[in-house]
Nanobody
Framework: QVQLVESGGGLVQAGGSLRLSCAAS????????MGWFRQAPGKERECVAA????????YYADSVKGRFTISRDNAKNTVYLQMNSLKPEDAAVYSC????????????????????WGQGTQVTVSS
């Protein structure tokens, strides 16, 4: 089992940047593929980025490609989401998720594929 705690959300102007962190505790972090999801009011939860156990492969939603970067530091049990060139439509609650997997080179982009979730952190983008 793993516990996830996000941090780094806040209010930023359009065009600005934020870096979200998700700290994991519990079981060995490197057995988990990780994902960042967001959910805005009235919208479905969507995966914005995902990363494999090894960090060797990543996934990005089309809406964030070229602006967001997911990374992980297995020594620090942390996954990051660097968000640049933020737009008002990026505003949402961002949550990290973990899935234990034996596959080192597989990432997961559907909410139902993850078993563990953090509590979320609010990102607000002013225009």
């Amino acid at each position: 089992q793993v516990q996830l705690v996000e941090s780094g959300g806040g209010l930023v102007q359009a065009g600005g940047s934020l870096r979200l962190s998700c700290a994991a505790s519990g079981r060995t972090f490197s057995v988990y593929a990780m994902g960042w999801f967001r959910q805005a009011p009235g919208k479905e939860r969507e995966c914005v980025a995902a990363i494999t156990r090894s960090g060797g492969a990543t996934y990005y939603a089309d809406s964030v490609k070229g602006r967001f970067t997911i990374s992980r530091d297995n020594a620090k049990n942390t996954v990051y989401l660097q968000m640049n060139s933020l737009k008002p439509e990026d505003a949402a609650v961002y949550s990290c998720a973990a899935r234990s997997t034996s596959y080192s080179y597989t990432y997961y982009s559907k909410p139902g594929e993850y078993g563990y979730w953090g509590q979320g952190t609010q990102v607000t983008v002013s225009s």
